[in-house]
T-cell receptor, first 110, second 112 residues
Framework: QKEVEQDPGPLSVPEGAIVSLNCTYS??????FMWYRQYSRKGPELLMY????GNKEDGRFTAQVDKSSKYISLFIRDSQPSDSATYLC??????????FGPGTRLSVLP | SQTIHQWPATLVQPVGSPLSLECTVE??????LYWYRQAAGRGLQLLFY??????ISSEVPQNLSASRPQDRQFILSSKKLLLSDSGFYLC???????????FGDGTRLSIL
């Protein structure tokens, strides 16, 4: 079993839709969770950073962590064509090692 | 605010040639620095990290090496490139261990 699993997509949605992106993980020691957005030929850009379980909201983005199910989600409301990118989840137990998902490619169609 | 710079953005090198990729961070002191390689459809693979000048930890055995000659400078090197070294190389930094990593825009390396 991979340490972090993420559906690679591609996921295509119409403009204005609510997007749900998810990752599952196997290591119960993970307690720091991140979502990054990566445009083509660019580095990942940090979107959300959460510690332990719960929800965090920032503008159109909401991150959810369910440690009991080992499942994290990123919701994008009112999606825009500019949200078209690859979204990476990442997690850490607190040391130097971060584990990244392979990314989900999202296309928001105008 | 903090910024991270990587160069070059794109590099094409022949097999057997040397490599030097540079990363610098501005606006912070004593950052933790990281080199990753990203393969298509796969997660980022940590290559090296550094907690201070001259301190390098290697995560995977490979043809590459890293150095940190100054507090905010991190260099990825190779004496002789292999075809398998092709990829997208990313540098990242963070402050303390409770903070997330922030990435540069990467170097796309092609080996011919």
């Amino acid at each position: 079993q991979k340490e972090v699993e993420q559906d690679p997509g591609p996921l295509s949605v119409p403009e204005g839709a609510i997007v749900s992106l998810n990752c599952t993980y196997s290591n119960s020691a993970f307690q720091y969770f991140m979502w990054y957005r990566q445009y083509s030929r660019k580095g990942p850009e940090l979107l959300m950073y959460t510690y332990s379980s719960g929800n965090k909201e920032d503008g159109r983005f909401t991150a959810q962590v369910d440690k009991s199910s080992k499942y994290i989600s990123l919701f994008i409301r009112d999606s825009q064509p500019s949200d078209s990118a690859t979204y990476l989840c990442a997690m850490s137990a607190g040391g130097q090692n971060f584990v990244f998902g392979p990314g989900t490619r999202l296309s928001v169609l105008p | 605010s903090q910024t991270i710079h990587q160069w070059p953005a794109t590099l094409v090198q022949p097999v057997g040639s040397p490599l030097s990729l540079e990363c610098t961070v501005e606006g912070t002191s004593n950052p933790n620095l990281y080199w990753y390689r990203q393969a298509a459809g796969r997660g980022l693979q940590l290559l090296f990290y550094s907690v201070g000048i001259g301190q390098i930890s290697s995560e995977v055995p490979q043809n590459l090496s890293a150095s940190r000659p100054q507090d905010r400078q991190f260099i990825l090197s190779s004496k002789k490139l292999l075809l398998s070294d092709s990829g997208f190389y990313l540098c990242a930094w963070r402050g303390d261990l409770n903070q997330p990593q922030h990435f540069g825009d990467g170097t796309r390396l092609s080996i011919l």
